[in-house]
């Protein structure tokens, strides 16, 4: 004779809309999380593509002076070093507004 095993507790359509509820708020933490590191990993990697650009140019500031330089902080260094970083950063800008803009372009083109 078999029988059948009862757990002892019952799955109601209320546990299971509760289960459902915790496991979409656990996705959109997970989402939120990773465009953060995202965001994080391109900032990281402006800066460093910036200081290593200007570092074969002879500038000799460092990653944490240019990132200071982003943020808008004041920094002590010759003048002529902290406009080469304003302008690598001006031309990263108009690099990637560019880019965007030819993305969108060829989206249009495609349709």
Same mark, same amino acid.
């Given at each position: 004779?078999?029988?059948?095993?009862?757990?002892?507790?019952?799955?109601?359509?209320? #546990?299971?809309?509760? =289960?459902? *509820? &915790?496991?979409?708020?656990?996705?959109?933490? +997970?989402?939120?999380? /990773?465009?953060?590191?995202?965001?994080?990993?391109?900032?990281?990697?402006?800066?460093?593509?910036?200081?290593?650009?200007?570092?074969?140019?002879?500038?000799?500031? #460092?990653?944490?002076? =240019?990132? *200071? &330089?982003?943020?808008?902080?004041?920094?002590? +260094?010759?003048?002529? /070093?902290?406009?080469?970083?304003?302008?690598?950063?001006?031309?990263?800008?108009?690099?990637?507004?560019?880019?965007?803009?030819?993305?969108?372009?060829?989206?249009?083109?495609?349709?």
């Amino acid at each position: 004779m078999t029988s059948k095993y009862q757990p002892p507790f019952s799955i109601s359509a209320k #546990s299971i809309n509760l =289960i459902a *509820e &915790i496991s979409a708020q656990i996705e959109r933490y +997970a989402i939120r999380m /990773e465009q953060e590191d995202g965001l994080m990993l391109r900032k990281i990697n402006r800066i460093k593509t910036i200081h290593g650009s200007l570092a074969i140019e002879g500038n000799k500031l #460092s990653e944490s002076m =240019i990132t *200071e &330089i982003i943020e808008g902080k004041h920094v002590v +260094a010759p003048l002529r /070093e902290i406009q080469e970083v304003r302008n690598a950063i001006k031309t990263y800008d108009a690099f990637f507004i560019m880019n965007l803009n030819l993305s969108i372009r060829f989206l249009m083109e495609t349709d």
